[in-house]
Nanobody
Framework: QVRLVESGGGLVQAGGSLRLSCAAS??????MSWNRQAPGKERELVAT?????????YADSVKGRFTISRDNGKNTTVYLQMNSLQPEDTAVYYC??????????WGQGTQVTVSS
């Protein structure tokens, strides 16, 4: 059974930190990414990471504040460490994983709210 389960969202004050996790099971996860969608806006890419922890990309808006990483254990897990959070980072954060058959799977989303 294919599953992508996210956790770690919540409410934090500006300048605070949160760590998101996304555990993949039931398939081989290649490239993984975090995306976010703020109210009234389109979904945007935040960060990506290759299977070997390489090919890391960050959106300009989060460079220097967010760090993506992954653990290719029994269930591949991707993390997003978010520091110096700002109100504009408020969004629903979605994990996406590309399978070996080039199918994209999405998580259910986790809410991140940053208060000023």
């Amino acid at each position: 059974q294919v599953r992508l389960v996210e956790s770690g969202g919540g409410l934090v004050q500006a300048g605070g930190s949160l760590r998101l996790s996304c555990a993949a099971s039931g398939f081989f996860a290649s490239t993984m990414s975090w995306n976010r969608q703020a109210p009234g806006k389109e979904r945007e890419l935040v960060a990506t990471i290759g299977r070997a922890g390489d090919n890391i990309y960050y959106a300009d808006s989060v460079k220097g504040r967010f760090t993506i990483s992954r653990d290719n254990g029994k269930n591949t897990t991707v993390y997003l460490q978010m520091n110096s959070l700002q109100p504009e980072d408020t969004a629903v954060y979605y994990c996406k994983a590309l399978s070996s058959s080039y199918t994209n799977y999405w998580g259910q989303g986790t809410q991140v709210t940053v208060s000023s």
